[in-house]
């Protein structure tokens, strides 16, 4: 009954178009003083424990990188870079894209971010050399969801605070379905390039691709940096999201020098908004997720499903379609910091891998990050194309289709998810 009373409450305030932080907050509030005995003392114990995390320092200092990357030429040579090497395949520019999307995700950590630092630059290349928009489009807003899945990911830390998941272990795991799924996303450009007879570029020397890589190098170096720091034990995912920072900001400034010293503040003030606005979502979950313990929901759902017989599969069915049609409503990050705390409990109870789970919530987030009404690289994209959002939902649909395939293939695989750290002896 309680859960009915929290759901209702939490839903009406998101309809009356309330951000969903501080619906949350509204939800716990209201519930405290109403509805349970609860000591404030120990909840404000809580809300301290729950945030005097050491993983939530890497969101503020992944954004900060991103938005340096952003800002400054990365993307760029890294299109020219992908350009070089499979502009000459049918959909050239397309799949140009969907390397440079991925490239850039391992970089950047961000979605959004990754749809306007490659489709800003790209999309009008790819109009000006004869591409329909609609076809552009399609590639740039669902490659851009590689943000979320190839590491380093600002979903995966939002996932470890949630749960108590090794980064880590995340970030590994996300390296092959990430690959993977930008195998998916290429082969769907390439057939459809090849149906159509879209123009294909002409093929570049090996002398043009080691010029362009020599130019993109510094950037695609801090995948090594970060990857290769967690791999080899350097430095936590932490520790390497302040690197990947300052690295960021040594190649825009000093070494790109495409943005100046006097533009850096203006940087620093949009990652702190940015920032704050997470760590806002997050202090309300964290108190969300303590109703949630504390009345025993998810508790009592497992046991539920455990009575009822319903098995691994079933329960991983119901997270897809749950976590899908809350795509429609709210953001990656909302949805992982609400549904995380309910489903994980259920999910390690049925058996299921910490780890494996976490890849299934991050590839849902991917899908409804593409398709209305709150697809956020559909309005990204919707900004660069200047399409509408239902223009843009007809151009994404083949790419879509194949993602929900993929999604398919993650969940009932664990081992495409676990390989690559069990390899690595993270897990």
Request: hydrophobic share 55%; glycine share 10%.
């Amino acid at each position: 009954m309680n859960a009915l009373v929290i759901f209702s409450l939490l839903a009406v305030l998101m309809l009356t178009g309330m951000p969903i932080s501080i619906s949350l907050g509204l939800t716990v509030l209201t519930f405290l003083f109403t509805l349970t005995q609860v000591p404030l003392e120990s909840v404000a114990l809580k809300l301290f424990t729950g945030i005097e995390k050491f993983e939530i320092m890497a969101i503020p200092f992944f954004i900060l990188a991103g938005n340096f990357l952003t800002h400054g030429g990365v993307a760029k040579r890294m299109i020219n870079f992908a350009a070089s090497m499979v502009g000459h395949w049918y959909g050239g520019l397309g799949l140009a894209g969907v390397l440079a999307c991925a490239l850039f995700a391992a970089v950047s950590g961000s979605s959004p971010a990754t749809v306007v630092a490659i489709g800003s630059i790209l999309l009008p290349a790819m109009v000006k050399a004869g591409f329909p928009n609609k076809f552009g489009a399609g590639v740039i807003a669902t490659s851009g969801a590689l943000g979320i899945l190839i590491p380093p990911s600002i979903v995966m830390v939002m996932y470890s605070v949630a749960t108590n998941t090794s980064v880590g272990a995340l970030f590994m795991a996300g390296v092959v379905p990430g690959l993977a799924l930008a195998g998916v996303l290429g082969g769907v450009t390439w057939y459809r390039a090849k149906k159509f007879n879209y123009p294909r570029q002409p093929k570049a020397t090996w002398g043009e691709r080691w010029t362009s890589f020599r130019a993109s190098v510094w950037g695609l170096l801090l995948i090594v940096v970060v990857m290769g720091g967690i791999y080899t034990g350097i430095f936590t995912p932490t520790e390497a999201a302040a690197m990947s920072a300052v690295y960021a900001f040594i190649c825009a400034v000093f070494i790109y020098k495409d943005l100046s010293l006097k533009d850096v503040p203006r940087v620093l003030l949009n990652s702190a908004n940015m920032s704050a606005m997470l760590l806002y979502i997050i202090t309300n979950a964290v108190l969300f997720s303590f109703i949630m313990t504390n009345e025993n929901i998810p508790q009592s759902l497992a046991d539920w499903m455990m009575g009822n017989g319903l098995g691994v599969i079933t329960f991983l069915l119901m997270c897809n379609v749950l976590l899908l049609l809350a795509g429609n409503f709210m953001e990656p990050s909302s949805i992982v910091l609400i549904f995380a705390p309910i489903l994980f409990p259920v999910a390690v109870a049925l058996g299921i891998h910490p780890v494996h789970f976490g890849i299934i919530m991050v590839v849902n987030m991917e899908v409804g990050m593409c398709h209305p009404p709150v697809g956020l690289n559909l309005y990204v994209a919707s900004g660069i194309t200047k399409m509408g959002i239902t223009e843009l939902t007809v151009a994404v649909w083949p790419w879509l289709l194949s993602m929900l395939c993929f999604l398919g293939v993650v969940t009932y695989w664990p081992d495409l998810s676990l390989w690559f750290p069990r390899q690595l002896g993270m897990i």
